[in-house]
């Protein structure tokens, strides 16, 4: 059985770049183009799997070119994928992204497949989620499917509050872990988020009946703080020089679960230490699932 288990999305990028964006209706020549694997559920999935962590997904990939590929990527990285399901006449998710040359960007995304993940599939994967020691769940797949699992979950329930949206309150009081980047914190609690008021609004969202939460901070770590003993915590990264920042937050994630069933007797400011330098080493790489680092020890350091 598997110990970390992610329900969630899959998806293709396909990324061109330009010198600028087009206007509507105008073609323009660009200069590169790549295609690479992303979705926020199989990002952490591959993050938790590329550090040694025993992983599962429970997505849905379509029956075009890219459902074979996409399990075939997974697999390489040692994640089960038996509970990956092609689904018939549907494409697998993709996002198409035009980068300028100032960085600006503009991102269709078709969520294809990922929109069929349902309350049947988790049924169908009941013993898989009770037995896992972390079930990690975001936003990108239907809300009611992640609800599901977190209610069958008896190991910790890990949610990645991603991309940004509200109306998730039922689900709140399920998570041993809530975790969110700034702008997901802001939405959640209609605050602006600064680091003056961190405290403030890491209080607020234990509110919502998590048990924890934690907020992470791009190059300034992460904040921390549980229903035990409600003290905040900051855990600080290193500083290096970014050159693509892209899926750092699913890095974190991936790398918190492994970490979180692989050294239990730790104290959390170190678990959260240790994600977070996985996350930044991924931010001195191109790419998102291929910036992730293989095991490495991650306790060598002090946080
Ligand atoms: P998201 O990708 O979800 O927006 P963040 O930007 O908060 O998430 O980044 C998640 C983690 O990635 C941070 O806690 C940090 O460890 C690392 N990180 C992100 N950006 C940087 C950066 N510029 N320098 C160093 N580490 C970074």
Redesign the pocket.
């Known amino acids: 059985m598997s110990q970390i288990v992610v329900i969630g999305s899959c998806g293709v990028d396909f990324t061109t770049y330009a010198p600028r964006l087009p206007k509507p209706g105008e073609t323009l020549i660009g200069n590169k183009f790549t295609t690479s694997y992303g979705g926020k559920g199989a990002n952490q999935c591959v993050a938790a799997a590329k550090l040694g962590g025993k992983t599962s997904m429970i997505c849905r990939l379509g029956n075009d070119q890219w459902g074979d590929k996409y399990r075939d990527n997974l697999e390489q990285v040692g994640v089960d994928t038996t509970h990956v399901k092609i689904t018939p006449n549907v494409t697998t998710g993709i996002a198409q992204i035009s980068v300028a040359e100032s960085g600006e960007n503009q991102i269709v995304i078709v969520p294809g497949a990922n929109s069929y993940l349902s309350i049947e599939d988790v049924k169908n994967s009941a013993d898989l989620i009770t037995n896992a020691d972390v079930v990690i769940g975001q936003l990108e797949t239907p809300f009611e499917t992640t609800l599901e699992a977190f209610k069958l979950a008896k190991g910790l329930k890990l949610l990645n509050a ?1 991309p940004a949206r509200s109306g998730i309150k039922e689900i709140l009081p399920y998570c041993s872990i809530l975790c969110v ?2 702008p997901e914190a802001s939405l959640l609690t209609n605050t602006e988020f600064e680091i003056k008021n961190a405290v403030a609004i890491l209080k607020q969202l234990l509110e919502t009946g998590c048990e924890s939460v934690i907020i ?4 300034e ?2 904040v921390y703080i549980s229903k035990i003993d409600q003290q905040p915590v900051h855990v600080f ?4 020089n ?1 050159i693509d ?1 892209t ?6 994630v991936g790398a918190l679960a492994t970490y979180l069933v692989t050294y239990k007797d730790k104290p959390m400011h170190q678990i959260i230490g240790a ?3 996985v ?2 080493m ?2 001195t790489k191109e790419g998102t699932q291929t910036s992730y680092p293989r095991k490495f020890d991650a306790f060598k350091k002090e946080y």
């Open positions: 991603a980047n700034e992470t901070l791009g190059p770590g992460a990264c290193e500083r290096v970014a920042t899926g750092a937050g699913d890095a974190f994600a977070c330098q996350a930044t991924s931010v």
